[in-house]
């Protein structure tokens, strides 16, 4: 992940600005097309024989799954709406195409040179073992690549346009989307509230993680991730005050975000299949940072380039990035 990188991709000064004061950034056209479409045959080839989705008939791609094709195996979920497949996530071909150098060279320009874990090829996927509760996932900390597929049906009963706005319970440093097909604004676009990254870091107890709940078949009231008051006063005035911005795009663009950004996969009202694979770049020091409580300097995990760089950007970049209300 280090050497030569003249010819990679490099972020700018108003990238970096840019991400520091919002907590995310949209890329255009990085990822390899030829493996955007492997990617997409790995999806399609792993549904069961005789699926009613036909990938060549796009009257079937709607939610939610019959009864019958519907599977709560954490390495390929099929329920409702929601189509992921962590199984293909330590596959040579998707390590190839997140890990690429160009996005590596990002993540260590945000992150520090040296220091992002490698991915392990065939190694254990995410969603092979770890802490879940019914309804929720098995943690996607533990995994040694991708975090995987999530594709999103079209939803023509709307039933799933619901607001699920949050921030994610694992510990991670930098959070990527990647975009397999292009993705209409109406859907299922990654969506974020700007700048909720920097008014939520400091509501937590710790700086990376958010404690959690065991589920007890016999004490079910309480399970899950839980949040300080802090959290949820702030995030409902986050919603309240602040504009989502719908990151649609097209194939090969990236998301990049911040690890307390508020954000949630959009809900799908459009006639096509929401395909997106995710990832966390991660510092190999994650485990003793994630001790600490939040920091005076938020960025002190982060490299020296963000922490001397001043937050400033024009207005015609942050609408760019589709910031088109009030830019400071």
């Keep these: 992940m ?3 990188n003249s010819n ?33 045959d790995r999806m399609w080839d792993s549904l069961p024989e005789g699926s009613r989705l036909k990938r060549d008939d796009l009257e079937t791609h709607y939610a939610p799954f ?36 160009d996005l590596c060279n990002v993540a260590e320009q945000l992150l520090g ?13 995410m ?5 879940a509760w019914p309804g929720g996932p098995t943690d996607p900390a533990i ?23 949050h921030t994610d319970g694992h510990p991670f440093n930098l959070g990527v989307i990647g975009v397999l097909n292009d993705v209409p ?41 839980i949040n300080p008051p802090e959290y949820d006063a702030e995030l409902k005035a986050i919603k309240e005050d602040t504009d989502a911005v719908v990151c649609h795009g097209k194939e090969g663009d990236v998301v990049l975000w911040h690890h307390r950004l508020a954000h949630m996969a959009g809900n799908n009202n459009s006639d096509i299949i929401r395909q997106v694979v995710l990832n966390d770049f991660n510092r190999k020091d994650l485990d003793t940072c994630r001790l600490d409580p939040p920091q005076t300097n938020m960025w002190r995990d982060w490299s020296s380039e963000v922490n001397d760089t ?15 209300s009030k830019v400071d």
């Design 143 to 165: 995994g040694d690549g991708v975090r995987g597929f999530y594709w999103t049906l079209p939803d023509r009963s709307k039933t799933s346009n619901v607001d699920t706005a």
């Design 310 to 324: 001043a937050v400033s950007y024009s207005v015609e970049f942050a609408r760019d990035q589709g910031i088109t």
């Design 8 to 40: 990679r991709l490099t972020l700018t000064t108003e990238q970096i600005a840019f991400f520091k004061d919002n907590g995310y950034l949209v890329l255009r056209d990085v990822l390899d097309r030829n493996l955007c479409a492997q990617a997409r």
């Design 127 to 131: 969603g092979s073992r770890g802490p």
């Design 66 to 101: 019959p009864d019958h094709e519907t599977s709560d195996d954490p390495l390929y979920i099929r329920r409702n709406e929601r189509w992921h497949l962590r199984e293909a996530s330590t596959e040579q071909f998707l390590i190839d195409l997140i890990y690429s150098p």
């Design 185 to 225: 604004e109406d859907g299922g676009a990654f969506t974020v509230w700007p700048g909720s990254h920097r008014r939520l870091y400091p509501t937590f107890q710790l700086q990376y993680d958010q404690p959690r709940i065991p589920y007890y078949d016999h004490m079910p009231s309480l399970k899950g991730i």
């Design 113 to 125: 040179e040296g220091l992002l874990q490698p991915p392990v090829p065939d190694g254990e996927p």
């Design 2 to 4: 280090t050497g030569d």
